[in-house]
Every structure is written in C-alpha cells, then in structure tokens.
C-alpha cells in the first residue's frame, strides 16, 4: 500500500461478479477450534510498533473480490432524510468472511442493496425461457446483525429484513450432505432499553408535543425507549395478520424462531453485560471503558465500545478481527470518546469512520438563535457527528492506515470537502460509495 495517497474507489469499478456466497458448511455458531483466530487476536492487542508490521493489505478495485475477508460498503449517507443528486441509501455495512456475511446497521434503502450484492439464483432453460429453480436462499450466509444505536438511519430497513427475510433464508443452515433445513437463528445484536427519556432540549412537550410509550399489557414493558428485543417484538405485532396468514396458509416457519436477539446491557437470557455504569444518560453516555467482546465464532470475534452520540445511548462502534486481519466501525459519534474508540480501533487495518461536513452545518444553519430548535439542532450536529476537517485526526490516534469515510452527510457531500479528511493523516482515505468492496488480507 502506498501511504500519502488519496484512495478513492467507485462502485462502477468493483460491481461486476456479484454473484451470492455459496451454500455454507457450517451450522452457525462453533465451539471448535479457534486457534488460528485466537492468534490473530493476541497479535492485535501487542504493542503499537508491533502491530505497525503487522496490519494487513487492503486491496481496492476488482482484486477485492478474491479476498477472503472483504468489506462491502451497502449504504453509505446517513440522516433522516433523503438526499438529491445521489445514490447513496442509508447506512450498512456487511463483513464477508469466506461464506458468511455479518450485517452492520440496516438504514433505509439498505435491503435492497442488501438483496442488489448478495443474492443469485439456481436457473433453467423452458420452453419460453429461463426460470428460477426454486427460490434463493441468500440470507442462509448471514449469521449475525450488528446495531450500533437505534436511530431511523440505522435501522428503518430492519423490518424488511424481518418479513421478507424468511422467504430467501434468513435464521436457517441447509446440510450440503443431506440438503436438510434447520433453524439457525440470525443473531441480532444491539443497544438496550435507554433507561430513561432524553432531556427535551427543544421545548417539545411544552410547545404541545407528546411523548410516544410503547403499549402493553405488561406495565414493566411500556416505556419511551424501548431496546432492539423489544423494537423487535413490537414490529412481529404490527405485521401480525400478514405474518399470521403466511404461516398459517403458505406453510412458513414461525418468524420470530429465526431471530436470535442479544441485547448489549440488557438483562434478558443470552445478553451481554455492559462492563461501566451510566446513572444518567442525560448527563454524558460515554464514560472511558475498556473495549468488551460481544460475538464470537470460529470466523470472527467482534468487540465494542461505548461512543459519543450526543444523547443517543447506548451508541456503540465495532471491531471485527478475523484471521485476516480487522476492520472497525465508528458508528455515529463526535470526536471526543473518551479515547474509547482508540483504544477499540488501536492499530486496526480499516478503519470506517463516520463523516458531517462542516461547510453543510455553516449553510444550514447560520447563526441560529441560543435556545431554538434550529440551535439544538446544530449543537447536535456539531457534537454528536464528526467533521470532515476532525476525522483525519481521529484515525491518526488509532493508528489505522486506512480511514474509509462512511454515513457521508449530507449524501450529496462534494469530494472536494470529504478530501479535508487528509488533514492530519498520513494514510489512505477511501471516500465510501454504496456496493464499494475492500478487500483484506492475502487473495485466495
């Protein structure tokens, strides 16, 4: 890799083969042997020079393809919005190792891109032309979803994935010995309840606004903050005569068998602790914190961190170390975490980091009077993201050769203002492109 260089990869260049991943040989889960990974993860946590030798290549253009391990950029703007004069949907990610992907985020737009990279079927010639032999089941190869917050732009296509997911394979592992389908539950990883509502920065309930509650029978279950378990729960009710009729009528399995969901700091079956306190989540949702693990297979082991996201919590960033080496999701976050994502992303072969671009926030907003909504906004904006004349800076402190700008806001950004990224890092910057691939590690 030449270092100083601007990398920047368009779709249009590593589009082509977009078939689907193989049927898998695995039956989701392993308690096998694991040393090949392990070693990769002992290498990580060595000494900064030490893990300088270390880092492995990341390979741009069509090569990406051949690579094991490879980063697939789905949607790469963020907002609740969408923007003119680009493609860009919302943000996700997807991690691909060998023959299983693991999803990050699922922002609007992002099932189909989804659907548009991995999916392929088995056809055959008839009489009037070729036909699908049966249907495809892509999502066999997704083994886990990773939410690092809850915001519209993270999430709003996850309901596609609920129902339209078990009609291509999702949470199922078909035997290539036997051709026998069982339920292998898709794991769903995300934030917990919040705990308690945000402060209401913009006056909204006293200018008239009311707060929305979760309704149940169940008082212990009615909250304005509802976790990923729930949020799940509550999109099976809201789609529950279609769900009804499709298992009832057209012979599909139970949906919510194929959802497998761990919350992080939740307190439910199979949840994963939160290793720091934070009493209050109005009064800073980011305290200092070693990074905790979260997931792990024989293919990867996945580890986390608490993030700066204003008053979003809990807001987490990823790290995905694989026998190839690791890739690491900021998640939306403001520059200053603590040092959390640092010490997360310390010496990481890609690091895909969140982008605001400042010049937007300065046109939007001007100069907005102390108090408003429009000021609330900005101070958000301002604190909650990272500017592009700030992120370069934050992945020269984690030690990262390689900055992919990602969750590009506003979508229609130029790349002349994303380039301010380069202020204060050295290494290559990826300017991020929806259907992108970087590859990682040695081709096959």
Known sequence: ?????????????????????????????????????????Q?????????????????????????RTRLVLLGTTGGVSWWPETNRTSSSSALVVGDRIYLIDMGQGSASRISEEFNSG?????????????????????KALFFTHLHQDHTADYPSLLLIGPGAGMGTYTDPSTNKTVIDPLKVIGPCNRGE???????????????????????????????????????????????????????????RSLIEVREIGGTGSGDIPLPVSVPDPNNGTCPAMDPFEVYQDDQVRVTATLVDHHQVYPSFAYRFDTDDGSVVFSGDTGPNTSGNLQKLADGADILVHEVIDKAWIEQKFGTPVPGSQMDALKTHMLESHTANDLVGQVATECHVNTLVLNHIVPGNTPDAHLMEAK????????????????????QE
């Open 122 to 142: 088995s056809f055959v010639d008839s009489p009037g032309g070729r036909i699908e032999d049966g249907s495809s089941t892509f999502l066999e190869n997704v």
């Open 43 to 67: 290498d990580i946590s060595d000494d900064d020079s030490a893990r300088q030798y270390r880092q492995s290549p990341v390979i741009t253009g069509p090569d990406a393809e051949k690579c």
């Open 423 to 442: 202020a204060n890092f050295t290494g290559d910057l990826i300017i991020g492109e929806d259907l992108m691939r970087i590859g990682l590690g040695s």
């Open 197 to 255: 509502l945000d402060a209401d920065m913009t006056n909204f309930t006293s200018r008239g606004g009311e707060v929305i509650y979760t309704d149940s029978a169940d008082p212990d279950q009615i909250t304005p903050t509802p976790g990923i378990r729930q949020m799940t729960n509550i999109i099976w009710q809201a789609y529950a005569q279609t769900i009804n009729d499709i298992t009832l009528d057209d012979g599909y399995p139970d949906f």
């Open 1 to 41: 890799m030449v270092l100083f260089s601007v990398v920047t990869v368009f779709a249009d260049d590593v589009a082509d083969n977009q078939d689907s991943e193989g049927q898998t040989g695995y039956p989701g889960e392993t308690t096998g042997d694991n040393t090949s990974l392990q070693t990769t993860i």
